[in-house]
């Protein structure tokens, strides 16, 4: 597939993943997290907000490609690459996989920003032209899961143990939402899920921030969550020491 719908492209990317990065977000999204800070991303088909603001626009390979390669240089020095992520990049799997392609033919170092709702045939498609997965995990408990992203959390979680068993390189993404995914009880059911998975290169506790309230006010959208405060210093501490451990790196920020 030649041709995919995307909603922006980041250059100079400091927080997906290691060095200085180029950020495709893909449109489309299989979740609906009440959180989410890239909501104007969530529906699969270029929208109109407001009846001016137009989100998504339809791009083919050669002209991703074109301007991934344009700071070239800045990931060879700083050890960085290309990031994909969205919404769900695997959503669209056939463009993705083109992408990549030309990517891997381009020497660049492939990140995927996943939520993990996906097919393990999709997962496998695209295996070996990935050097990192940004994976996304929100919860164990599946109630809590589907009362919050709108889906149930097994297909993701299969798929967390299937990339671990692997031994691709995977960094876990704790999105951190103030007595949502934040509670002791929640990061402590995913550090002992976590501690059970045979190989896992890094644990990311990303602190709220206030995108998606941002957001939710520019598009005009429904929200679902109140106003919301980062946490403080001390209590991300206190996360960041319960998943301490001499198995992976932890780290709070992306
Ligand atoms: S998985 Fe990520 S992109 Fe999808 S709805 Fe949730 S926060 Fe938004």
Known sequence: MNEGIIFDVKRYAINDGPGIRTTVFFKGCPLNCWWCHNPEGINSKIEKFNKKDTVGYNLNVKDIINEILKDH??????????????????????????????????????????????????????????????????????????????????????????????????????????NITDTSENLLSIKQFIDKLRYIDEICLLPYNKYAEVKIAKFKLNSKIKKLSTQTDKKLNQIKKIFDSKKYKVKVGG
């Open 73 to 178: 240089i800045f990931y060879n020095e700083s050890g960085g690459g290309v990031t994909f992520s969205g919404g769900e990049p695997l959503l669209q799997i056939n463009f993705l996989h083109s992408i990549l392609i030309e990517c891997k033919k381009n020497n660049l170092n492939t990140a995927i920003d996943t939520c993990g709702y996906s097919t393990i045939d999709n997962i496998d498609k695209i295996y070996d032209k990935v050097d990192l997965f940004l994976f996304d995990l929100k919860f164990i408990n599946e109630k809590e899961h589907l009362k919050y992203t709108g889906k149930s959390n097994k297909i993701i979680i299969k798929n967390l143990i299937y990339l671990s068993n692997k031994g691709k390189k995977v960094q876990i993404r704790i999105p951190l939402i103030p």
